[in-house]
């Protein structure tokens, strides 16, 4: 009604006097009004015009008759009117006839008799009607969104979203709460999704996040003194997209100092009382309570919608009298009892079985009764056990109960889903109904099985529940957290904690959680250290605006309730705001600015090489460090020497011991100007590269031997990784003098390094050797551990040899200049060294983002130095390395070494090879999903088509074979593989199908 009065005030000045079309009453009748707005609708009977007036308010009808007073020039100009022109319409408002009244629209008991039509601009054809119901997709609508947004619902849903967001503000300030602004450039901060990234103009190379929440600020405004603060803020988060999450969304945020639990759940349970009977949603306070542990047992959700019954019901205890097997050995066996679904018919129930598998069930036992009693475990059931099982299950004569048993937590998670499907499918769950909920007494820690230890729930600086603390490192998976969530329906609405404030409970929360002093300082060492100078004990909550009007408006999507969502690729639908570049690495360039340069890696001492990849934005996984403007660009310092070069005196990474030979390897920044000054030559240098890496880095390195060392190029390309390249730089060595004491240089990625590399282990019985790889592939595999080879025409790396070098030098500030694809060839192989060795590595990867390459290439390094110092010439524990290249070999010798990188290759040749781990009952499918998935969030090309037979052929000739028997590696977990050494035809074939090589 506030809306309707503020709109019933005539809008004056300039050339238009105008009234809201959509509050014409009767009271208005006689009077002369002008109207302003677009037609919904002409409808043209001769001497008499019908318009319908549509503006942001509702429609009214225009009424253009000659009877009454209308021109030609009137009447015509309203034969002109067509759907969504523009127009300014002024008359006298009349009352319509009673047979004439239109009571399904609020202006239907008025009309306005048109006296005056100005067209303001005309309009052609939408793409779809402007309509409440509309049959257009959704992704038409997005894409012409301001015509969408004409629509009455959607237009009547922001309407919505301005009042719920004025009366928040209202209620905030008369509960004294100070609305306070954040910053949207700062660091990362300890949330649970991957961050958006701005790059800095002045800090090159280096990126801002976008908040996920301002957690950090708002405490530090705790500790400033401002004691109450709120905020209706704009955060980011790069997640999954769904009909109930953006990339960009809008959240109350509240922070509060000296209060409680009870003083949130009150001032929530204020507002809600407030703006929810705006949207006509009743709230009866105080909102109910539930336990987390009650919620999970009970519904299988911390959200759950108690509309609606089906609760889960333990039959742990009775099901152990049953002799049926999976019941037995169970550590969790419950039900939930369909209301009349004995009905369901036997094809509808093993649709239901199958999603219960999807979820993650093992398989689904469904009991009737009715008069069949029939189960799909009969034959382990008698009638006594029937019966003890219906009356645990407290089922009706007509229903039907559902069974799952497993793991607690899979238990939950499938039943818990399966009751709201089927309830929503049977039509279970009442409309009309609203039922709050406050779930309370979180776990302060979740256990993860992958890598066997502890996170937080929430973040770490959620409290533990008082009395509970003392059980921080004695009992961690028992402690309470001091934290809350509010549920609407089954929809998380927001949630909160009171946070730690005492620096000892803080360090203990961090032991507990397995965060170093030093990791602490890093990445919290702003919070910690504003907590030094007196943080008042304080909490707060973040209630998600949008969903809040989602809910309000009965919208089925988020997408409702914004003027300009993201569609379901994250993408504008209007202004496009997205826009993919080739390989999906973003190449920052501006049109109008054709001299700014493109945005490449920082080069300097100030922090590692971050990876940007995604769209024009970049994603970076969890939060690191620090707050304060002078540093909020994302990156961390890690100086190398001064300047970003290298001492000459700098000491290796680290050292590969080898039976045959000892060499160092370095990794850093500003090496590649260092060689000369690092390995030193006894006689001649040559440098050995391509044509295109010469000029970009061979003639530098060579710059750096005294005297310069001379250059020999190469061709480049797998296709040219032969014997006859090999033998061309054999015979440039020798045409210019090479002697015994002369040292190879080898300049580039993985094929250079092979190729060139063998040549000089050839020639004149080996010279001394030394590696600077290009490439991130090169960088973390080729290079280390003094294994060299080229391509014979019946596969890979047949002829080679084993020759370590001098000394390997990785300069990772060269990375920065790869090619899209080439960078992620690299990635493929870090992530195998991941599997096969580091979890810490996996994780770095595991998730398509901005990662530290430093760290990276680090890691990397350390798992194969560690494999090839035990083990040389591959007799065995060597032989891990080749995870994913025996099929992926194939991949490529089938290909005859063109269409896919090496790494690509060995990407798809990874998830083969989990197939046939998890087939043979090597690997757990849910590890197998794990490294899929990480696999495939970096998008390699997809493969071409194939023939598996010529795959299955070059498997043959793979090096790593024994006899007759074809080798491949498996992994067991991540971090953990091992070799088999009797894998089968119809095995390989296998893997290949599940890659779509069939």
Known sequence: MEELRRLQRPVSGGVVNRTFAGTLRKDHVGQSVTLAGWVQKQRDFGDLVFIDLRDRSGVCQIVVDRKRGADDRLLSTAKELRSEYVVRIAGEVIERAADARNPKIP???????????????????????IEDEVTAAEELRLKYRYL????????????????????VRDYMHRQGFVEIETPMLTKSTPEGARDYLVPSRV????????????????????????????????????????ADRQPEFTQIDIEASFI????????????????????????????????????????????????????????TRVSQAIEFPAFRTAQSVRGIVVPGGAALSRKRIDEITEEAKKLGASGLVWMKFDAQRGSSIKKFLNDASFDSLRQALRGGESDMALIVAGKQTTVWDVLGQLRVRIARELKLIPADRWNFLWVVDFPLFEWDEQSQRYFARHHPFTSPAPGSADRLESDPGSVLARAYDVVLNGTELGGGSIRINRSDVQSRMFRALGIGEEEARERFGFLLEAFRYGAPPHGGIALGFDRIIMLMARADSLRDVIAFPKTARAQGGSARAVRISSGGIPLWRTAARRNRPRLRPHHHAHGPRRLAAGCDRVSQDRARSGSDDRRAVACRHQAVGRAGHCPETMKPFIVIKQASASYPVFVGRGLLDRVGSLVGAHGRA??????????????????????????????????????ETANGIVTQLLERG?????????????????????????????????????????????????KLAVNHPKGKNLIGSFFPPRAVISDTALLGSLPPRELLSGI??????????DRSLFTLLERRGEIDLDAAVRKAVRVKAKIVSADEKEADLRRLLNYGHTIGHGIESALRYERLTHG??????????????????????????????????????????????????ATEHDKKNTGTKRVMIFPRAVGTCEVVSDVKESEIRYGLAAIGIS
């Open 107 to 129: 202006t239907g008991d008025v009309e306005l008799l048109a006296r005056q039509i100005e067209l303001y601009n005309a309009a052609d054809t939408p793409p779809f009607a």
């Open 148 to 167: 969408d947004l004409r629509r009455p619902p959607l237009a009547q849903n922001l309407m919505l979203r301005d009042r719920i967001a004025f009366g």
């Open 203 to 242: 800090h090159k190379g280096t990126f801002y996040a976008l908040p996920q929440s301002p957690q950090i600020f708002k405490q530090l405004l705790m500790v400033s003194g401002f004691e109450r603060y709120y905020q209706i803020v704009r955060c980011f988060r790069d997640e999954d997209l769904r």
């Open 260 to 315: 409680d639990e009870e003083f949130v759940y009150s001032l929530i349970e204020g507002m809600f009382a407030q703006i929810f009977p705006l949207a006509g949603i009743p709230v009866t306070t105080p909102i109910p309570r539930m336990t987390w542990q009650a919620a999970m047992d009970r519904y299988g959700i911390d959200r759950p919608d108690t509309r609606f019954g089906m609760e889960l019901i333990d039959i």
């Open 686 to 723: 040559f440098v050995i590269t391509t044509d295109t890496l010469r000029s970009r880095f061979g003639d530098r390195v060579a710059a750096s031997f005294k005297p310069s060392a001379e250059v020999i190029t190469m061709p480049e390309g797998e296709a040219h990784k032969t014997l």
């Open 738 to 786: 090479a002697k015994r004491d002369a040292l190879a240089v080898v300049v580039g990625g993985g094929m250079v390094g092979d190729t060139a590399g063998f040549a000089a282990s050839i020639f004149l019985r080996g010279v001394d050797l030394v590696h600077v790889p290009t490439t991130l592939l090169a960088q973390v595999d080729s290079s280390i551990g003094g």
């Open 828 to 837: 493929y192989e870090a992530l195998k060294g991941g599997v096969i060795g």
């Open 904 to 953: 690509e290759a060995v990407a798809w040749g990874m998830i083969a090879a989990n197939a046939i781990a998890v087939r043979r009952g090597i690997l757990p499918a849910a590890v197998q999903r794990r490294i899929d998935a990480a696999i495939l969030d970096w998008r390699p090309s997809p493969l071409p088509s194939l023939d598996p037979q010529d795959v299955i052929a």
